[in-house]
């Protein structure tokens, strides 16, 4: 399966701190994106880095990208309350896109 | 602003009744995607759809069917309910095109079959 893995599965930290999340898939990849869900909603879509693509920046995001090892990451800088969401890292390759069983990030206020 | 709605929120169907769901996209977007989400599974594509009167399968189609006869509009159609089909039902779009990857998504709709 082309089916991504996040790591951790949940994550719980304070307001203000930094939050990483990791994201591992299996076969060539076209882009990863990154998206947020809240609470039984809808996913929206936060960041697209692409194949040749090392690291991309977006406000306080922050996704770094490995193909040598087939990673991405997350970083969530200076975390606020209304951070927290379910978040998925998304592959494509070909023409479909897979996601992520996604990590839950708690932030405490 | 993109916007992707679905028909309900919230749906109760019983055992054997016939399903559907509806989405509609107002982006004039040529795919059209329907995915299911189960705790700790992510999300699962059923169909996809590039163009009217397109449709292909995704990872897990059995027990669904869908229909696309007018560019904003897709729709997903569970023949006969089962209970293993309780879950939440996303719809997304999406244009075509080189460097235009990004879905938009729908709100949901949370489907319990008893």
């Known amino acids: 399966s082309q089916q991504g893995e996040e790591d951790p599965q949940a994550l719980s930290i304070q307001e203000g701190e930094n939050a990483t999340m990791n994201c591992s898939y299996k076969?060539?990849?076209?882009?990863l994106q990154w998206y947020r869900q809240n609470s039984g909603r809808g996913l929206v879509h936060l960041i697209l880095i692409r194949s040749n693509e090392r690291e991309k920046h977006s406000g306080r995001l922050r996704v770094t990208l490995d193909t040598s090892k087939k990673s991405s990451s997350l970083l969530i800088t200076a975390s606020r309350a209304a951070d927290t969401a379910s978040y998925f890292c998304a592959m494509l390759g070909g023409f479909k896109t897979i996601f992520g069983a996604g990590t839950r990030l708690f932030v405490k206020a | 602003d993109v916007k992707v709605t679905q028909s309900s929120r919230y749906l109760v169907k019983r055992t054997g009744e016939k399903v559907f769901l509806e989405c509609v996209q107002d982006?004039?977007?040529?795919?059209m995607f329907w995915y299911r989400q189960d705790p700790g599974l992510g999300l699962r594509l059923i169909y996809f759809?590039?163009?009217?009167?397109?449709?292909e399968k995704g990872d897990i189609p059995e027990g669904y069917s869908v229909s696309r006869e007018k560019k904003e509009r897709f729709s997903l159609i569970l023949e006969s309910a089962s209970t293993n089909q309780t879950s939440m039902y996303l719809c997304a779009s999406s244009f075509s095109g080189t460097g235009k990857y990004e879905q938009y998504f729908g709100p949901g709709t949370r489907l319990t079959v008893t």
């Open positions: 076969t060539s990849i076209n882009n």
């Open positions: 982006m004039d977007h040529e795919n």
């Open positions: 759809s590039y163009d009217v009167k397109m449709k």
